[in-house]
């Protein structure tokens, strides 16, 4: 399964550069590069890296579960919309 595009999107939506992403997860610029064009083999400690700093907790339950984030993260809207509403 290749992440590389999920990677990308919640880097970006994160407002990083690749750069900035390598800094902080203590990677060079090209391994970014690499996952994000599914090149380089994602790691478990990268992953839970990458996205403790992008704070896109559902990106990673998406991964784990082979969910769309897209769809995950607007069930979760739902569910927590719902919550209020009948709380």
Do not use: H
Request: charged content about 25%; overall charge positive; some cysteine.
């Amino acid at each position: 399964m290749t992440f590389g595009k999920i990677l990308r999107q919640v880097r970006i939506k994160a407002g990083l550069s690749q750069e900035e992403l390598a800094e902080k997860i203590y990677l060079s610029r090209s391994a970014v590069s690499r996952l994000e064009n599914d090149k380089l083999e994602l790691k478990l400690a990268d992953a839970i890296r990458w996205f403790q700093v992008t704070r896109a907790p559902e990106a990673v339950a998406a991964m784990l579960c082979g969910v769309d984030v897209n769809a995950l993260a607007q069930a979760l809207t739902m569910l927590v919309g719902g919550m209020i509403i009948w709380g």
